[in-house]
């Protein structure tokens, strides 16, 4: 069990550029989770994954975000366009169904900073 | 709507002295209860969890957490509090039906003084 691990943990880019990132789960874990978290707050839920389905969507994932798990085992989260607004950490989390309920594990997260 | 309060932003502790971080929650149906820890760059690591049985859940670092379903609170404490446990903390409530979404409090940032 190696944990959740993310790539890259930090990125800058400039606004109206794209950008990807990539979380790879605990092995084990068939679910996989993102949030974004911004200054002074808290995670806040994006998306969630149940092997290579998408399951649930937040009102906070804009037509600019779009995520994949297309194998079930890593996730990509893909941001078109940047926006200033946009700057945040991007937190990946997996659980394992079966397991005790809803207990995820976090990865370090992706720092990103839009100019 | 279901949500976390932490209604203290900002917490100092004197190195030694004993901690309270105060979580209330809204939520209609038995919830799952967590507390994490972050600190600077850092993911978040789970401290305890509640899900169900003894209401006073111990976790790791020497931190406690007791759930009162009368005051939809899940307090967390620690006895003695060390210089390395600055950090910020998190409350999240989780759904019933396992692998939905957690929603987090705002958090309490902890700084402790020597």
């Known amino acids: 069990d190696t944990g959740v691990s993310q790539d890259p943990r930090h990125k800058i880019t400039k606004r109206g550029q794209n950008v990807t990132f990539r979380c790879d789960p605990i092995?084990?874990?068939?679910?996989l989770y993102w949030y974004r978290q911004t200054l002074g707050q808290g995670p806040e839920f994006l998306t969630y994954f149940q092997n290579e389905a998408q399951l649930e969507k937040s009102r906070l994932l804009s037509d600019r975000f779009s995520a994949e798990r297309p194998k079930g085992s890593f996730s990509t989260l893909e941001i078109q366009r940047t926006e200033q607004g946009d700057s945040a950490m991007y937190l990946c989390?997996?659980?394992?169904?079966?397991?005790?309920?809803?207990?995820?594990?976090f990865g370090p997260g992706t720092r990103l900073t839009v100019l | 709507a279901q949500s976390v309060t932490q209604p203290d932003i900002h917490i100092t502790v004197s190195e030694g002295a004993s901690l309270e971080l105060r979580c209330n929650y809204s939520?209609?149906?038995?919830?799952?209860l967590f507390w994490y820890v972050q600190s600077p760059g850092q993911g978040l690591q789970l401290l305890l969890k509640y899900f169900s049985g003894d209401t006073l859940v111990q976790g790791i670092k020497g931190f406690e957490a007791e759930f009162k379903r009368s005051q939809s609170s899940f307090n967390l404490r620690k006895p003695s509090v060390h210089w390395s446990d600055a950090a910020e903390y998190f409350c999240?409530?989780?759904?019933?039906?396992?692998?939905?979404?957690?929603?987090f409090g705002k958090g309490t940032t902890l700084s402790v003084s020597s």
């Open positions: 989390a997996s659980s394992w169904r079966g397991g005790p309920n809803n207990e995820q594990f």
């Open positions: 092995s084990e874990h068939n679910r």
């Open positions: 999240a409530v989780g759904f019933y039906q396992a692998g939905t979404a957690l929603i």
């Open positions: 939520y209609g149906a038995t919830p799952y």
